[in-house]
């Protein structure tokens, strides 16, 4: 069995989530999706995020058809070894030039094109602007 890896924050989701996962469960038999913790979100992206908590995200994400398993984590450490489960993991293409944590226990690493426009910090502007 061919599994599959991607990790994120998914605090709202968008298009350009479901377009990830859907190209992510394309590339195996079964995708994990890992999310980082509240505390790590505030630490990350700053004390207004998250905006959804980490049981409502993973509760979103398991409803989704191309998810199979959703699988929280809090540390690095963590991390890789989720990662290390895996045959391959997918990443955003704005990761092509930049530190993949996990990368060196990962035996294939697929970037997909990121839809111009979709991110969580985009939509949350977005909104505060209207």
């Not at 993973?58 to 191309?66: E, F, G, M, V, Y």
Request: charged share 25%.
């Amino acid at each position: 069995m061919k599994k599959v890896f991607v990790n994120g924050t998914f605090d709202i989701l968008h298009l350009g989530h479901l377009e990830l996962l859907t190209f992510a469960r394309g590339q195996g038999d079964w995708l994990t999706v890992a999310i980082d913790s509240d505390r790590r979100v505030k630490q990350l992206k700053g004390n207004s995020r998250p905006v959804n908590n980490v049981s409502e995200r993973a509760n979103l994400l398991r409803h989704l058809r191309a998810v199979d398993q959703v699988v929280v984590f809090d540390t690095d450490e963590e991390l890789i070894t989720l990662i290390s489960q895996c045959s391959v993991m997918v990443k955003g293409s704005d990761y092509q030039d930049k530190h993949i944590v996990g990368a060196n226990v990962c035996k294939e690493i697929i970037f997909f094109e990121r839809l111009n426009g979709y991110s969580t910090t985009e939509k949350i502007q977005h909104i505060v602007n209207r």
